[in-house]
């Protein structure tokens, strides 16, 4: 899958970072990418979200963004209350990372990070990034952090905790969602000036899943298979998650 990014060159974030050219990123052009990138060390991809539950659309577009930009790990980072999500019941934290863990075992880039669910307070994306690029130099080393974000949720950056911190902390990978808009370099020019070289848009995968869906799915006591890995589907039954879910009036 390619990627197509807007502007200049993606700069990388230190002295040890590595810049988009060699990732085989092509920018501002056609987006087409020679393939897979080899693996950047210590090139770290977060995918935040409320992973209630986690599904297959979560992990297709961590592992797209991996292969692509050639980073060494991608961390899940399942929140602990969700910022933009303060009037539906979310389900404790232990079960969305058991949940977690239990999808991503098989796939020894994927991590899980337990940072925002053992945080008090809402999770904001910016402190997470901060932390994260603290421990990395606490270490000894420089932080290379790639936030992946699908586009409908990119478009709410200029909404966030200080966007400007958190574009200074991390470039973003922006990954489209079939049926939603998408925005490019018109609307970033409009809403984040300057942000083009921190910010790359892939071109798929295009997948119309939600957990949203997943939930209506087993209320409806409709099938999840092939939506949600086999073992979160033996997960869900046996704690009987999701058997009510608000709202439910449009397809399962
Ligand atoms: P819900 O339906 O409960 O709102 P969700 O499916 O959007 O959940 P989140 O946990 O909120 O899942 O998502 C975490 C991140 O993954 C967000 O950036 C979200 O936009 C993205 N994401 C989730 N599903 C897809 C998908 N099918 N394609 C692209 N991005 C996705």
Redesign the pocket.
Known sequence: MGTAAVGGPVTPLGAGGSAPGDRGVSLGDTGRTGGPHPVVLGATGL??????PI?V??LM?AEEVRETLGLERVLFVPAGIPPH?PDRPITPAPHRVAMIELAIAGNPAFELSRLEVDRAGPSYAVDTLELLASDVRARGGEPDLTF???A??FVELPTWRDPARLLSLCRMAV????GRGSPGAAWLDAHIPGSHERVIFLDG?N???????IRRRVAAGRSIRYLVPDAVIAYIADHALYRTEPGRTDRP
Not at 47 to 52: A, E, H, R
Not at 207 to 213: H, K, M
Request: glycine content about 10%.
């Open positions: 995918l935040g979200g409320t992973f209630d599904h659309g979560h577009i999500k992946i974000v699908s409908e949720a990954v489209p969602r079939a995968p997948l119309d899943l939600s957990a949203t869906r």
